[in-house]
């Protein structure tokens, strides 16, 4: 089979387990020579020792399949970190294609409960990891894109989540940084389109351990069936989105699960209402607000979600 990718290199970040495992698999198998990078850490809330076993394992899977992959073991949060992981990319394969930012953890706990090192820690990782990694990729592509006086190619794949599309109320800090990545996204994507580099995030669906919980006893396979929420569902949407026939989807954001991908749109001005005067009264906002809020069925806000079957994860 063609292998679109041949010829180019990917970063994987929290390519160790789940999710991040399938996505270097799936772009390796389709050519990119990959970096495998996961701090190891064995708590989904980013407890215990780091380990390389996670990174190297994969590592070695890959090359073990015909493909090529080095481990990187660094902590993506820190600045510095994920300054030498670009630069390991660019050291090992003579320049970074692809970056695809999967790292996070979660620390749920209800907003009025949340420890303020609850909250830093995940919007940390998930956050300023996706910035960390981003900012310095971005800097090599702009570098090679004026060395060379004309675009070049890059691929940005950011990792959201339907918390973020429709809320999940034991996770505020998980969702609230979900929300920041798409944000992230869509400016990146405008700033480095002229360069020649795409940026989407994607919401993906599937049971790794950071989401056990969530879908415990959900969609379980039938007897020797696949799982339809496997992480090996998601993998294809990112390494389509990582090849060069993606070059026209820029500032996307796409849900993804198990045989279905959907395309979201960007928010829509629902309603739109003028004062009858030089500015608002707080008595006129509540003449026209009022009504229209109470003609709305409860949860209406979250209804585009509602239509797509989302849920928490």
Known sequence: MPLPLRGLSAIVTGAGRGLGRAEALELARLGAAVVVN???RPGRDGSGEASAGPAEEVAAEIRAAGGTAVAHTGDVSDFEQARELVGLAVAAYGRLDVLVNNAGI?????VFSMSEEEWDSVVRVHLKGHFNTTRFAAAHW??????AGRPVFGRIVNTSSEAFLAG???QP????????????TTSTALALAKYGV???????????RMTEDVFAGVGRPAAGGPDPLAPEHVAPLVGYLASPAAAHV??????VHGGMVAVVERP???AVFDTKQDTFTYDELDAVLGPYYADRPAGETFAAAEVLGLKRG
């Not at 702009?142 to 060395?147: D, G, L, Q």
């Not at 820029?250 to 849900?255: K, R, T």
């Open 198 to 208: 795409t940026a989407n995030a994607i919401c993906p669906r599937a049971r790794t």
């Open 38 to 40: 996961d701090l190891g």
């Open 268 to 270: 829509r001005v629902a």
């Open 168 to 170: 999940s109320a034991g």
């Open 142 to 147: 702009r570098e090679r894109s004026k060395r």
């Open 106 to 110: 979660l620390r749920d706990r209800m």
């Open 173 to 184: 800090n998980y969702a609230a940084a979900k929300g920041g990545i798409v944000g992230l």
């Open 250 to 255: 820029n500032g996307q954001l796409l849900v």
